[in-house]
């Protein structure tokens, strides 16, 4: 239960990967991974980075 007037998560991370730059920098890490030819780092920028509800974020 959450407290009257609280941010629900998706409001925090709607706010960090579309408005901080911070949720900025990750992005643009996850582009450079998906660059590589090394499978290992694609798959690290493609599952470990972004929360998938955040992934409309990634195609700004």
Same mark, same amino acid.
């Given at each position: !239960?959450? @407290?009257? *007037?609280? /941010? /629900?998560? =998706? %409001?925090? %991370?709607?706010?960090?990967? *579309?408005? #901080?730059?911070? *949720? @900025?920098? +990750? +992005? %643009?890490?996850?582009? +450079?991974?998906? #660059?590589? /030819? %090394?499978? $290992?780092?694609? @798959? $690290?920028? !493609? +599952?470990? &980075? &972004?929360? =998938? /509800? !955040?992934? =409309? =974020?990634?195609?700004?």
């Amino acid at each position: !239960m959450t @407290r009257p *007037g609280a /941010a /629900a998560y =998706h %409001d925090i %991370d709607n706010w960090f990967f *579309g408005e #901080s730059l911070g *949720g @900025r920098l +990750i +992005i %643009d890490i996850r582009k +450079i991974l998906f #660059s590589l /030819a %090394d499978p $290992v780092l694609k @798959r $690290v920028g !493609m +599952i470990n &980075l &972004l929360p =998938h /509800a !955040m992934t =409309h =974020h990634a195609t700004q």
